[in-house]
């Protein structure tokens, strides 16, 4: 991608953070539709995805401003959707009002997944751009996450994210849901991270149990590990 290209998408993907504010009603659950993602859905989901994480705990902490987040999550998200995404990844969107409205990024099982230096040497540029200076942070995080990772077969939940004006509405539980039937019905667990306290009541009510917390550094946000056991038939 030439230098012009890569400035013309910035750009666009910035606006698209900035300018999502105009609000929803409520959104009747028979009214999210939740599929697996089609490859051209993945530029509107990582605009999606970059708006739902700009607040995030860890993202807060990797790039304290809010004029940075808006400027890298979109270029973050589009690398992980670009690049990894398609070849380890299951990746679920859910609908609503007629557009892609969240997004869940899963590994599935064995559920730990470790690049090959190959896919490395493609990937990491694009987190370079993306996080600059704070690269190293997010080393570290990946680090701490994968000392903890269970081995034990299971579906992780790597990154699951609503548009902010359809958060409250069920998208989340929608989305999630969408993929532990999978789970249930071959006997398997599931994993995740969980970034946000605020999300952690909702994860229960989904049959995840806190597990344990990441070692990050200090100054770091908490992130609680959950895990959800194979579910009796």
Do not use: K
Not at 65 to 78: E, I, V
């Amino acid at each position: 991608m030439g230098p012009d290209r890569w400035r013309r998408d910035t750009s666009r993907c910035e606006a698209s953070v900035a300018s999502c504010s105009h609000s929803v009603g409520h959104v009747p659950a028979q009214e999210i539709g939740v599929h697996v993602a089609l490859r051209q859905d993945f530029a509107p989901l990582a605009r999606v995805m970059a708006r739902a994480f700009v607040g995030d705990p860890v993202f807060t902490w990797m790039l304290p401003t809010s004029r940075a987040r808006q400027r890298r999550l979109p270029l973050f998200f589009s690398n992980v959707l670009r690049h990894e995404a398609p070849r380890v990844h299951i990746i679920d969107v859910a609908w609503a009002n007629g557009r892609i409205v969240g997004g869940a990024i899963w590994f599935p099982p064995p559920g730990r997944y470790i690049p090959s230096l190959a896919r490395q040497l493609v990937a990491v540029p694009g987190y370079a751009v993306a996080l600059r200076g704070r690269l190293g942070l997010g080393g570290t995080y990946v680090g701490s996450a994968l000392r903890v990772h269970p081995r034990e077969s299971h579906w992780y939940l790597q990154y699951v994210g609503v548009e902010p004006e359809f958060q409250g509405h069920g998208v989340g539980t929608e989305l999630v849901s969408f993929r532990l039937h999978s789970c249930d019905a071959d006997g398997t667990a599931a994993y995740l991270e969980s970034s946000n306290p605020a999300n952690l009541a909702l994860y229960m009510r989904l049959g995840f149990q806190p597990t344990g917390s990441l070692a990050l550094p200090s100054g770091a946000p908490d992130v609680t590990t959950m895990w959800r056991a194979q579910q009796p038939a």
